[in-house]
């Protein structure tokens, strides 16, 4: 991070500075704890200077979150090849990396502090969501989903989010562990609504024909056979 070094930068070059500055302090603090004396120190610039770039506080955040949401959008992008629990899992890797690198400004996002709370904010976390959703969808080969396969797709994206959170709290999990429980997670909510969708069962049956016998599904389903036996 630049520290205390004026330069003359372009208009849009000095932006993306000030933006990245942002996203740096927000990786270590909540964006309601930074302030723009803070981030205008650690670009190196006045603060009347930021205020020239960024008419205010807010937008500044918010353009720094946009940058966030596209990043973390991103990390759900997976080539369309090989087993599905393996691409589910090196999403969750990224997915996690993200996290692990932006903790405090990751958990201002979800949580919608006051100054992420703007309906602009909002609707950067709901187009994550979105992407992650139509990411998912696209693995599964689905274009028009069924009632209940959105609802288990939007409920296994919400559950991500969730234990992100909890994850940050004291990190008392292996976030390795985390990592292949959520890709179990997906499956035992298809597998539970598959029970009541022909449909459904179909999809899972087409997938799981594919998994080798070390993927995450199958370890899932070895798991459950041995806690129901005697």
Not at 131 to 154: G, S
Not at 191 to 210: G, K, N, P, S, Y
Request: overall charge negative.
């Amino acid at each position: 991070m630049t520290t205390g070094v004026r330069r003359r930068m372009g208009v849009e070059e000095r932006r993306q500075q000030l933006i990245g500055v942002a996203l740096e302090l927000f990786s270590r603090r909540s964006p309601d704890d930074v302030s723009i004396d803070e981030i205008a120190a650690a670009a190196g610039i006045s603060r009347p200077l930021v205020y020239h770039y960024f008419p205010g506080k807010l937008s500044l955040y918010e353009a720094a979150l946009k940058r966030a949401s596209e990043d973390l959008a991103g990390r759900f992008v997976e080539p369309h090849e090989g087993p599905l629990g393996a691409r589910l899992l090196r999403v969750m890797g990224r997915f996690f990396d993200f996290v692990d690198e932006h903790g405090p400004g990751f958990s201002a996002l979800m949580r919608g502090g006051p100054a992420v709370g703007s309906t602009t904010t909002n609707a950067l976390i709901d187009s994550v969501r979105q992407a992650a959703y139509e990411q998912i969808l696209a693995h599964l080969q689905v274009q028009d989903p069924p009632a209940r396969l959105e609802l288990i797709v939007r409920s296994w994206i919400s559950l991500a989010e969730s234990t992100a959170l909890i994850w940050l709290d004291g990190r008392r999990i292996p976030r390795a562990e985390l990592e292949v429980q959520l890709v179990q997670d997906f499956a035992a909510l298809a597998a539970v609504a598959a029970a009541r969708d022909e449909e459904l069962t179909a999809l899972l049956r087409r997938i799981f024909a594919t998994e080798p016998a070390d993927n995450p599904f199958t370890d899932l389903a070895g798991r459950l056979v041995t806690l129901a036996s005697p």
